[in-house]
């Protein structure tokens, strides 16, 4: 239990120092080194020489500890520079749903001239790797994202062994880049919703060329079908025309959540949060009544991704 105790102090430590930004660039105050397994080895290598140079009074043993020291001393100032002066920040971040992953791309640029190298990346598990970097990269990550609601990334982990792999020098990054996680969907029977449409409802639907309702008159074409010609314009006088008709893509729908299948509250917003999804995919209109928000009728992919964001912000 005290170690847990501990590390929840380390953490909230470590919060404290490293704030959550848009935009980072790692310093002396962001930086973390100390020795790697390797380095563990290497120092007790060190400290056995030692011991040996110091019992059989040998200058050259001991010379040659203090050669092995030295190196040591150097590695650790090159290991921290090839850390130093990343910059790192977040391009976009897309919206998810639970049981998927949020989809987050970063750009790790230098500050300086010199390149940076063996720069590893850990972020939710993902692991990317950068041998050599010379100029700004752009780095894809999938976050997975379990629960509905707002979602906050996990620390992002920014670390090199570079050059002689006996130190490792590392970095945590908290990006302050919140995304909404929508319902996962859920498939059920739709009951009757209401779909009564005003007149101003009705125009605003998108149109498609059909059979229905007549549309408008255009020009005759050749090569169009005769039956299209208006006969009575034609006999007035008024040169060729043809009628043009039109369909509504789809009728108006309303999703009412009192009006979803008796079940709990983060069932009924997957029921809806499926809905949303085939009434976008088959181009129907709709819209959406919440018990705190409501989403006026309308239509296409930014009206979709309008509702599931409603939807992921539900309390």
């Not at 102090?9 to 919060?15: F, L, N, P």
């Not at 498609?208 to 008159?217: A, H, N, S, T, V």
């Amino acid at each position: 239990m005290q170690s847990i105790y501990q590390s929840a102090r380390v953490q909230r430590w470590v919060r404290r120092r490293l704030p959550s930004l848009p935009q980072v660039v790692l310093n002396q105050k962001r930086i973390f080194i100390f020795l790697s397994g390797e380095g563990a080895l290497y120092s007790a290598l060190l400290l056995l020489i030692f011991i040996a140079g110091i019992n059989y009074a040998n200058n050259l043993v001991l010379g040659f500890c203090f050669f092995l020291g030295s190196v040591l001393v150097v590695t650790i100032h090159h290991t921290y520079a090839h850390l130093s002066g990343l910059q790192l920040e977040i391009v976009d971040a897309l919206d998810s749903e639970a049981g998927a992953a949020a989809q987050y791309r970063i750009k790790i640029a230098p500050t300086g001239s010199r390149p940076h190298r063996q720069i590893r990346l850990e972020w939710d598990g993902q692991i990317q790797q950068i041998d050599t970097l010379a100029s700004a990269q752009v780095l894809t990550f999938g976050l997975s994202t379990p629960q509905r609601g707002r979602f906050v990334p996990p620390r992002l982990t920014v670390s090199t062994i570079y050059p002689l792999g006996i130190l490792r020098a590392w970095s945590y990054v908290y990006f302050d880049a919140p995304v909404w996680v929508a319902p996962q969907p859920i498939a059920c029977e739709l009951l009757e919703q209401g779909s009564s449409m005003s007149a101003d409802d009705e125009q605003s639907l998108e149109r498609i060329r059909g059979q229905d309702e007549f549309e408008e008159l255009k020009s005759f074409v050749p090569g169009e079908s005769m039956a299209r010609i208006s006969w009575a314009h034609l006999a007035r006088g008024q040169g060729l025309l043809s009628k043009h008709f039109s369909d509504p893509r789809g009728q108006q729908q309303i999703l009412d959540y009192q009006r979803m299948p008796p079940a709990s509250h983060e069932l009924r917003l997957s029921y809806l949060a499926y809905w949303v999804k085939q009434f976008a995919a088959q181009q129907v209109a709709f819209g959406l009544r919440l018990p705190q928000a409501e989403l006026p009728v309308s239509i296409g992919e930014s009206h979709a991704r309008a509702a599931l964001r409603l939807l992921a912000e539900q309390p």
